[in-house]
């Protein structure tokens, strides 16, 4: 019940394209989703992050899209960057208490220039 | 502001041996939380401490402890060391009432 699943593992896109990544979570409970971008030496850093009243959030070129019925929520990349090649994980936790973040098992972007 | 800070940023020891490791959180956050990131099992909480109280708990052996000071910053031991507890250790901190969830850049612990 506490599980977070995240697809693809890995993901190659060329520069400019779209890059999607996809979640899905058991627990009707949690009610704070961040997706977080990690670079290889540093930590994780909070990109961007939706709660289930919102179907969408977009901020620049990250947008997440929310499915509560489905308890799914995506990552969207729009014009892909270079700079994006990162591995980004998924989270969700309750709003009330964000110090347990149940991660998703990240995706290892690569933009292709 | 400064960030979460890590300390240290390497460690080797070896098997049996105990590590403690340390987490200075941002200035004003009272909760900090400890996760251990291995390739094979990706992102796993182990503890939150917040208010020097141990409010959260995930599901590692009692070889792993924490503790949290009256300033917030935050330590966690490892005892009887082994192979399989080699991770990247990270500390992330948070302001009480806040969602957002501010890591460090870890402690890459090997055991040999």
Not at chain 1, 20 to 33: G, L, R, S, V
Not at chain 1, 49 to 52: K, L, Q, S, V, Y
Not at chain 2, 9 to 18: A, P
């Given at each position: 019940?506490?599980?977070?699943?995240?697809?693809?593992?890995?993901?190659?896109?060329q520069?400019?394209g779209?890059?999607?990544?996809?979640?899905?979570?058991?627990?009707?409970?949690?009610?704070?989703?961040p997706?977080?971008?990690?670079?290889?030496?540093?930590?994780?850093?909070?990109?961007i992050?939706?709660?289930?009243d919102?179907?969408e959030?977009?901020?620049g070129?990250?947008t997440?899209?929310f499915?509560?019925?489905?308890?799914?929520f995506?990552?969207?990349i729009?014009?892909s960057?270079?700079?994006?090649?990162?591995t980004?994980?998924?989270?969700?936790?309750?709003?009330?208490?964000?110090?347990?973040?149940?991660?998703?098992?990240?995706?290892?972007?690569?933009?292709?220039? | 502001?400064?960030?979460?800070?890590?300390?240290?940023?390497?460690?080797?020891?070896?098997?049996?041996?105990?590590?403690t490791?340390?987490?200075?959180?941002i200035?004003?956050?009272?909760?900090?939380?400890?996760?251990q990131?291995?390739?094979?099992?990706?992102?796993?909480?182990?503890?939150?401490?917040?208010?020097e109280?141990?409010?959260?708990?995930?599901?590692f052996?009692?070889?792993?402890?924490?503790?949290?000071?009256?300033?917030?910053r935050?330590?966690?031991?490892v005892?009887?060391l082994?192979?399989?507890?080699?991770?990247?250790?990270?500390c992330?901190?948070?302001?009480h009432?806040?969602t957002e969830?501010?890591f460090?850049?870890?402690?890459?612990?090997?055991?040999v």
């Open positions: 019940q506490q599980q977070v699943k995240q697809s693809p593992q890995s993901l190659i896109v520069k400019g779209i890059s999607i990544i996809n979640c899905a979570y058991e627990n009707t409970a949690f009610d704070y989703f997706w977080y971008q990690q670079f290889p030496g540093k930590g994780p850093a909070l990109l992050a939706i709660r289930p919102v179907s959030k977009k901020e070129r990250f997440i899209s499915n509560k019925s489905a308890k799914q995506s990552l969207h729009m014009d960057q270079p700079g994006d090649s990162a980004y994980f998924c989270a969700a936790t309750f709003s009330s208490n964000t110090g347990k973040l149940i991660f998703g098992q990240g995706t290892t972007l690569q933009v292709k220039p | 502001k400064a960030g979460v800070t890590q300390t240290p940023r390497y460690l080797i020891k070896t098997r049996g041996q105990q590590v490791l340390s987490c200075s959180p200035s004003g956050h009272r909760s900090v939380s400890w996760y990131q291995t390739p094979g099992q990706g992102l796993q909480f182990l503890f939150e401490y917040f208010s109280t141990q409010r959260n708990k995930g599901n052996p009692g070889r792993f402890s924490g503790r949290q000071f009256s300033n917030s935050s330590e966690m031991n005892s009887t082994e192979l399989g507890d080699s991770a990247l250790y990270l992330a901190s948070s302001s009432g806040r969830a501010f460090g850049q870890g402690t890459r612990l090997t055991v």
